[in-house]
């Protein structure tokens, strides 16, 4: 079966608008034009764009969704088994979630006082959970097993003030980023402060620190493109300015 631009869409639950851009950036092209001009999409096509979809639902960027489907050795059986698997995860993290929401709820309507632990737990999971579907891979490869297990424990040991304060730092830190990054200056009062609380946040996850891991851990926040995505969505070019700032913090402690 063949389908027009509008009536894929209809069918994905996508705009037009999306579909003729897929085109314009070489992600999705139709199988063919017709005499009149519009563009025919045909099964492969709907297969492509299906695990376009997949990828897109798990926040990957566009250029790297390309860069994976356009491969010559991408395997659609092997992509819907993984993706398959980030599905089941995801859901597992949500019943946990929907879990401690519940026991929330529960103890609210009986006037009751959840302990620091109980009312935690599901949010510290959820980090957690979630930053292991989302970079697990690339850090164990980068940090060892041990590494990662140890700072996850370190997040599920958090106390509430503990929690908090991890919060505030991640929001100040943010903060003085993005002053420093409309200064345009890495090597700014603001950039080094925001640099030394990008460490201070770290060392609720780390159980040591050195100044090569936090350089490292800059250039991968510019090479991996889900840490890059996750930085520029506050601004265009944070990720990178992030690093420069990080790397001028660790150069002044010499």
């Known amino acids: 079966m063949e389908y027009t631009v509008q009536k894929l869409a209809h069918l994905a ?7 003729r851009y897929y085109d314009e950036i070489n992600l999705l092209k139709p199988a063919r034009i017709n005499s ?35 491969s010559p050795t991408f395997d659609r059986y092997k992509a819907l088994k ?8 995801e859901k597992e993290r949500l019943n ?4 401690n929401v519940e026991k929330t709820i529960y103890a609210e309507e ?24 989302k970079y697990g891979k690339e850090i164990r490869q980068k940090y060892g097993e041990k590494e ?28 003085k980023l993005k002053k420093a990054f409309e200064e345009g200056d890495p090597q700014s009062e603001n950039a080094l402060r925001a640099a030394e609380l ?20 800059g250039e991968m926040y510019v090479s991996d ?6 930085y520029d969505q506050h601004g265009d070019g944070l990720a990178e300015f992030l690093r420069d700032a990080i790397y001028a913090y660790t150069e002044m402690e010499k």
């Open 198 to 217: 990008h460490k201070k946040w770290l060392l609720y996850y780390w159980n040591s620190y050195s100044k090569e891991a936090h350089k490292g851990l």
């Open 13 to 19: 639950d996508v705009s037009a608008r999306t579909l």
């Open 225 to 230: 493109e889900r840490f890059k995505q996750y």
């Open 96 to 99: 946990k979630l929907i879990q």
């Open 110 to 133: 009986r006037n009751e006082k959840m302990n620091d632990k109980e009312k935690f737990e599901g949010f510290k999971k959820e980090l957690v959970e979630e930053n292991e579907r």
């Open 36 to 70: 009149s001009g519009y563009r025919i999409y045909g099964e492969h096509e709907i297969n492509q764009l299906q695990q376009i979809l997949f990828y897109r639902e798990l926040g990957l960027h566009l250029e790297k969704i390309k860069e994976i489907v356009a």
């Open 148 to 175: 990662v297990e140890h700072s996850n424990q370190k997040v599920l040991n958090m106390t509430e003030e503990q929690y908090r304060e991890l919060t505030a730092t991640e929001k100040e830190m943010f903060e």
């Open 82 to 89: 993984e993706h398959h698997l980030g599905l089941l995860e």
